[in-house]
């Protein structure tokens, strides 16, 4: 009888491990795919793009005096109720990170939102949704992630790209067009 326990004990930590790795797995593991902001690539996305994107859907920056940050309104009805965005650029015009923001009212927006993205994205990094509400990451194999904070009516998403392109100097000296202007 004591084999049988230890036996039945043995079998239950064995599949019992095998959960908790595949859980550690799914939360530390990146998410294929491709970040998408408006239609375009998030990954080393360029700041006069985005811009450009935006004014073709009739959204127009406002003031922001901060060098490197742009912010947009998205209407008083907003896409899903989310009526800001603010974007953070380096010094190259790239963008770092892009914040969509509001206060969405309607749970059934609030729930949609979390369920688009869900549907775009697949199961997140880490975090949990519950009917598209929650407070979730993913992480994209291409070094970027998107953050969703929907569990209140104050409700983000972030985008962030972890490394956002940085234009070097090739370190060499173009002689001829040196010459050229003598």
Not at 34 to 56: A, I
């Amino acid at each position: 009888m004591p084999r049988v326990i230890a036996s039945v004990v043995l079998a239950l930590f064995v599949l019992v491990s095998q959960q908790l790795w595949a859980n550690t797995q799914a939360s530390t593991a990146r998410v294929s795919g491709q970040l998408e902001l408006f239609g375009l690539p998030f990954n080393n996305l360029k700041l006069s793009d985005l811009g450009e994107q935006l004014k073709s859907m009739g959204v127009e920056s406002y003031p922001a005096y901060k060098e490197g940050v742009q912010s947009y309104s998205l209407g008083p009805e907003g896409i899903l109720g989310v009526t800001d965005l603010t974007v953070q650029s380096n010094e190259f015009g790239y963008l770092e990170q892009a914040l969509l923001s509001g206060t969405v009212k309607s749970l059934r927006q609030r729930r949609s939102l979390g369920n688009l993205l869900l549907k775009k994205y697949g199961p997140p990094s880490s975090g949990r949704l519950d009917n598209g509400l929650g407070e979730v990451e993913w992480q994209l194999k291409d070094y970027t992630k998107i953050m969703l904070k929907n569990t209140s009516a104050d409700v983000s998403v972030m985008y962030v790209d972890e490394r956002p392109k940085v234009i070097r100097s090739s370190g060499r000296i173009d002689v001829e067009s040196l010459s050229s202007n003598y």
